[in-house]
């Protein structure tokens, strides 16, 4: 190892030399990436290479994490909001469809809904120990119009993929799962976003395999496969990395597509995190567990998503439902003024004023609960000095 950025100054023995927060400098992030030799070898190597866009790395990541998934097919894309897209093209989401969605979640899965002309229809949780999409309220809001359900692995904790499923084909709707925060997450043995007919995953900074901007979809379908091929090249069907090594002299377009390829140096990053994952994402979860030990039931306190024996996490998010009389804008500060960077995993998207005025369902668990989300620090290597400068502060912010 021979860097790590230099946010946790916790792991680093600061604590207490002055938390202040706000100014970059944290005492413990929200997350943190980690840089050594290795990283910069693999990057090194792709500048020397010569060839920096979409090519053999490109391939040999697809190769890896297609396999990771259990899927048939896996393509890198430039984001997760891209992979989202695509898999909505790919099952022919369009005008007069509606997509069924939970509202807790990132904007980016209504953004691409309504990208494609198609309409989000916003969907509940399950409860304050469950933070993904309720199957009983999809098929509720299953209608004539109803495309597609797309689901997202709240956390990196799978969705209730057994009842959704049945749901998916009883009513005939494509399933796509947002597996942003899941890579590497199971439920019943099955990776996540390997359980539906389409998956999405995101390699931003902050996720676990982490890439800087970045993104993959997997399938089983070999039809969507191809949709996804072409629509992440402008529908072009050969690739600049074809023509270069002369197995290609032409192309034909065959339909309207974007540029959502990834390019070689981010896959060469995504190969070396990927050699990382299984161990990292255990890391998170120890991590997880001693939040659990020191806050879940503590003066109000809860955690969701208690381990389960049939549900393999990949620990993306540390989230506490706060107690109902404090108020969070007043603890997120506390939490600041103690030098411990806090998030919301999310504001519901049907609060936002871009989707506010769409015809709502009523969403009483994600109501009731989002106000009362936090999200606290977590990466691989936090150090137990971190961790417990977290709890510290969290009880004492309470
Ligand atoms: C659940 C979820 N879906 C989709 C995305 C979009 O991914 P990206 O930022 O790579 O476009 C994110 C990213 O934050 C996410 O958390």
């Known amino acids: ?19 202040s927060g706000g100014d970059g400098q944290w005492v413990v992030p929200l997350s943190d990436l980690r840089v050594d030799s290795e990283i910069e070898r693999a990057a090194a190597e792709v500048v020397r290479s010569g060839w920096w866009s979409m090519g053999p790395r490109v391939a040999e990541f697809e190769r890896e994490f297609g396999a990771l998934c259990g899927s048939k097919h896996a393509f890198a894309v430039a984001n997760g909001t891209a992979a989202i897209h695509l898999a909505l093209l790919a099952i022919g989401c369009g005008p007069g469809d509606e997509v069924l969605v939970p509202s807790l979640n990132f904007v980016a899965a209504a953004n691409t809904i309504t990208h494609t002309g198609a309409t989000p229809v916003f969907c509940d949780v399950v409860g304050p120990d469950d933070l ?6 999809i098929e509720a809001a299953i209608g004539p119009r109803t495309r597609a359900i797309l689901v997202m692995h709240y956390g990196g904790h799978s969705c209730r993929m057994d009842e959704i499923g049945v749901l998916a084909e009883r009513h005939g709707l494509a399933l796509i799962e947002d597996a942003a925060h899941a890579p590497g997450g199971k439920f019943r043995g099955r990776s996540c976003g ?5 998956g999405c995953f995101s390699f931003f900074s902050n996720k676990n395999l982490p890439v800087g901007e970045g993104g993959a979809v997997v399938t089983d379908d070999d ?9 992440r090249s402008h529908g072009m069907t050969t690739l600049t990395w074809d023509r270069h090594r002369g197995h290609a002299s032409s192309y034909d377009v065959v339909l309207q597509g974007f540029n959502y390829r990834l390019d070689e140096l981010r896959a060469a990053i995504g190969l070396v995190e990927l050699g990382r994952l299984e161990e990292r994402n255990r890391a998170r979860g120890n991590i997880v567990g001693r939040y659990r030990e020191a806050l879940h039931g503590v003066r109000g306190i809860t ?28 603890f997120q500060a506390a939490m600041k003024s103690h030098g411990i960077q806090t998030s919301v995993h999310y504001p519901p998207i049907h609060t936002f004023s871009a989707y506010r005025d769409q015809a709502q369902r009523s969403l009483p668990a994600t109501d009731a609960l989002a106000p009362r989300l936090v999200t606290l620090p977590l990466y691989p290597h936090m150090t137990d000095a971190s961790v417990s400068a977290v709890t510290d502060a969290v009880l004492a912010s309470l």
Do not use: Q, W
């Not at 039809?223 to 629509?231: C, I, N, Q, S, T």
């Open 1 to 19: 190892m021979t860097a790590t950025t230099g946010a946790d100054t916790a792991a680093r023995g600061a604590l207490g030399n002055g938390a």
């Open 223 to 231: 039809a969507l496969a191809e949709k996804v091929r072409l629509f």
């Open 303 to 330: 955690m969701p998503f208690a381990p389960r024996e049939d549900v393999l996490s990949s620990h993306h998010l540390a989230v506490i439902v706060l107690p109902v009389d404090r108020p969070r804008e007043e």
């Open 132 to 137: 993904t999409v309720d199957p009983a309220d």
């Open 194 to 198: 390997a359980m539906g007919d389409i």
